[in-house]
Nanobody
């Protein structure tokens, strides 16, 4: 049974940094693409970043150069470092198995204050 649990969200001031974590279980993590999505208030779902099993990364245009996705296959963990955050980064952040949104965690809230 796929289980994904995000953590690390919270309140951060604009320009600051935060690190989100995603703990995965129930599947072969080391062989699976993983993705971070977010949903901003009043907006649709947005793909933030994904990472291949070997560590190749993709970033959405809004976060390129500011966010960094990484993974530790030995621990079945994925991370998202949020740097130089902006108020528009306020969102619920989800980690997902694969590149779709079907298997995902409950999310962790990130709120960026001015």
């Amino acid at each position: 049974q796929v289980q994904l649990v995000e953590s690390g969200g919270g309140l951060v001031q604009a320009g600051g940094s935060l690190r989100l974590s995603c703990a995965a279980s129930g599947f072969t993590f080391g062989a699976t693409y993983m993705t971070w999505f977010r949903q901003r208030p009043g907006k649709g779902l947005e793909k933030v970043a994904n990472i291949s099993p070997s560590g190749n990364t993709f970033y959405g245009e809004d976060v390129k150069g500011r966010f960094a996705v990484s993974r530790d296959n030995t621990k079945s963990m994925m991370y998202l470092n949020l740097n130089s955050v902006k108020t528009e980064d306020t969102a619920m952040y989800y980690c997902a198995k694969g590149t779709g949104f079907t298997d995902r965690g409950p999310g962790t809230q990130v709120t960026v204050t001015p």
